[in-house]
T-cell receptor, first 111, second 112 residues
Framework: DAKTTQPPSMDCAEGRAANLPCNHS???????VYWYRQIHSQGPQYIIH???NNETNEMASLIITEDRKSSTLILPHATLRDTAVYYC????????????FGAGTTVTVRA | NAGVTQTPKFQVLKTGQSMTLQCAQD?????MYWYRQDPGMGLRLIYY???????DKGEVPNGYNVSRLNKREFSLRLESAAPSQTSVYFC???????????FGQGTRLTVV
């Protein structure tokens, strides 16, 4: 699975969009980009995933660059409850579905 | 729906004691996983079970054993607990090949 690089931390104002970058320059053609988050003391929560096209769901949007070497998770209207560690994971879909979590980005939403 | 349920939520062990962490899911998922998370660190995979009757080692399997009792249940056993195993343990499950994994709320284990 490709390695990912995320900033260690970032702040965001409540009500504003939060843009979380992820670099995955060694991604290969069949690897997907997944995003999870972990709110303090809770288990990780799946947010969204994509291969090539931009994706949107009720929680967030995922923008993947054309060369697929980086992506951005967008939380459109951040709330205090979005304060969490966000993990960007790149992997092949396969039968065993192991996830390799790195250090992630600690996002603090401020009132 | 309970999702993924872990028991116990908290546990304190003395060095050398043994215990089993229990995990059950009610989503009919084939695959189940055990992770540990040390303070300020990301999650590391201990063991996983792609389907009932199969188990495989992850990144950090030493000191642990697992049992996939049936499709619903996946337990993690510490035979002789060590202080280095102080951590938060998360169980997860997923449909094989699907993107979403569902995690339990964790077991906070302290070994003294």
């Amino acid at each position: 699975d490709a390695k990912t690089t995320q900033p260690p931390s970032m702040d965001c104002a409540e009500g504003r969009a939060a843009n979380l970058p992820c670099n995955h320059s060694t991604i290969s053609g069949n690897e997907y980009v997944y995003w999870y988050r972990q709110i303090h003391s809770q288990g990780p929560q799946y947010i969204i995933h994509g291969l090539k096209n931009n994706e949107t769901n009720e929680m967030a949007s995922l923008i993947i660059t054309e060369d697929r070497k980086s992506s951005t998770l967008i939380l459109p209207h951040a709330t205090l409850r979005d304060t969490a560690v966000y993990y960007c994971i790149v992997r092949f879909p396969s039968n065993d579905y192991k996830l390799s979590f790195g250090a992630g980005t600690t996002v603090t939403v401020r009132a | 729906n309970a999702g993924v349920t872990q028991t116990p939520k908290f546990q304190v062990l003395k060095t050398g004691q043994s215990m089993t962490l229990q995990c059950a899911q009610d989503m009919n998922h084939n695959s189940m996983y055990w992770y540990r998370q040390d303070p300020g660190m990301g999650l590391r995979l201990i063991y996983y079970s792609a389907s009932e009757g199969t188990t495989d080692k992850g990144e950090v399997p030493n000191g642990y054993n697992v049992s996939r009792l049936n499709k619903r249940e996946f337990s993690l056993r510490l035979e002789s607990a060590a202080p280095s195993q102080t951590s938060v343990y998360f169980c997860a499950s997923s449909v094989t090949g699907r993107a979403e994994a569902f995690f339990g709320q964790g077991t906070r284990l302290t070994v003294v």
